[in-house]
């Protein structure tokens, strides 16, 4: 009896679907480092969106024509939609600052999305080691001290928008800011979590 082979592209779809979480964190710093180029950064982040999207579309796809795949069906669909889940998150992120005209550059948010961008450094590392558990629990530690990271650089950003007499719709608009960098760097966690699970039970 001739054993049916594992489908084993969708490593190949998981690479490329960090890259463009990868490269959605490179684009969201920019952004909030030049706030000038603010029309033109949304509309490449909102670019690496769809490709995330369709990625995902096509490793559920791809889900439903393999007879054998080389994770488990949930794991695969877990870690797909984590990872679309911090690009949206991003995607989001970027939309806000469009609509709330920002034009000013805030340290607290360059710090936040270079933390953003080392965890999806983290991730791509990951997510392309996943089937070394050893690399995985390194790259997994990694996210896990840059949240604590983010946490403490959030908890002084939110701090100094009340400081003070701040003007109110700045507040507003920054705190919302500031929170959905913060949960982006949550779900980046997340993210890792995924990854340590399934290189553990893979291994």
């Not at 050893?134 to 908890?155: C, G, P």
């Amino acid at each position: 009896m001739r054993f049916l082979p594992k489908d084993e592209g969708f490593f190949d779809l998981f690479d490329q679907l960090s890259a463009r979480l990868k490269n959605s964190a490179a684009l969201l710093k920019e952004l909030f480092n030049e706030p000038k180029r603010l029309e033109e950064l949304t509309t490449k982040i909102k670019a690496e969106e769809h490709a995330a999207d369709a990625l995902t579309y096509d490793i559920m796809q791809r889900i439903d024509r393999s007879f054998v795949t080389p994770l488990d069906r949930e794991d695969i669909h877990l870690l797909a939609n984590r990872l679309d889940n911090v690009v949206d998150l991003m995607d989001g992120t970027a939309r806000r600052a469009s609509m709330f005209q920002i034009k000013e550059r805030r340290e607290a948010a360059n710090e936040l999305t270079q933390v953003l961008v080392d965890c999806a450094e983290a991730i791509r590392l990951g997510v392309k080691d996943v089937r070394t558990p050893t690399a995985v629990h390194k790259s997994s530690r990694q996210v896990k001290e840059l949240e604590e990271k983010a946490d403490a650089i959030y908890s002084k950003a939110i701090a100094a928008l009340f400081a003070g007499s701040p003007d109110p719709i700045e507040v507003i608009k920054w705190k919302e800011i500031y929170d959905n960098l913060e949960h982006a760097v949550d779900e980046c966690e997340d993210v890792a979590n995924v990854l340590e699970s399934i290189s553990l039970k893979n291994s």
